[in-house]
C-alpha cells in the first residue's frame, strides 16, 4: 500500500461536478494498492498515517498527529500510485492491485479510520469514480508513506 499524505488547511472531492466529501484542517490522504497487499497490511498503514506527527505543538515543531490535533481525514482511493513508472514514457498497471480486491483494501481502510477518528471526522472518495480533488495545502506539507515491501521467498524470486 502506498499512500501520499497531505496536511491540508480544507479539501474537497467531486464527482460529476457535485462535491461528494469535504473537510476543514486535517489531512488528505491518497490510497493506492498493491496486488501483494492485505487487510493487516491496509490496517497498519492507515493507522500510521492518523498517527504520523504532522502538526505544530506549542513550539511550532511538528510533533501532533491527526489524533492529536484533531483534525479531519480525506481518504481517497488512487490507483495510479501503484504505477510502474521505472522506465518508458507511459505508466504501466501490473503493480497496482486488481480493482475489486483494491476496493476491498480500500474498505478496511476506511473502516479502519471510522473505528479510530468516529465517523464525524472522516470522509471518502468514491472508488473508481472520475474525481476532481481540491486542497489546500497546509505548509506545504506532503509525505509519501508505504508498506514495507514483501520478503523474497527463499532461493530468490
Given amino acids: 500500500m502506498k499512500a ?3 496536511r491540508v488547511s480544507q479539501a474537497s472531492v467531486s464527482v460529476a461536478e ?16 498493491e496486488p501483494d497487499d492485505n487487510p493487516a497490511r491496509v490496517v497498519q498503514l492507515t493507522q500510521r ?10 513550539r511550532g515543531r511538528m510533533n501532533r498527529s491527526l489524533r492529536d490535533a484533531g483534525g479531519s481525514l480525506l481518504l481517497v482511493p488512487q490507483f495510479t500510485l501503484a504505477a510502474d513508472t521505472r522506465s518508458g514514457l507511459r505508466p504501466g498497471f501490473s ?15 476506511v473502516l479502519t479510520a471510522v473505528a479510530s477518528l468516529g465517523a464525524a471526522r472522516v470522509r471518502q472518495g468514491v472508488f473508481g469514480a472520475d474525481m476532481a480533488v481540491s486542497l ?11 508498506t514495507a515491501p514483501s520478503a523474497v521467498p527463499a ?3
Fill in 155 to 157: 532461493g530468490g524470486v
Fill in 18 to 33: 457535485a462535491q461528494i466529501a469535504n473537510i476543514g484542517p486535517g489531512l488528505l490522504v491518497l490510497v493506492g494498492f
Fill in 95 to 109: 503493480t497496482s492491485a486488481p480493482p475489486d480486491r483494491a476496493r476491498g483494501l480500500f474498505e478496511v481502510a
Fill in 49 to 58: 498515517c492518523m498517527a504520523y506527527r504532522v502538526f505544530a505543538d506549542d
Fill in 136 to 146: 489546500i495545502n497546509d505548509g506545504p506539507v506532503t509525505f509519501w508513506l508505504e
Fill in 4 to 6: 501520499l499524505l497531505q
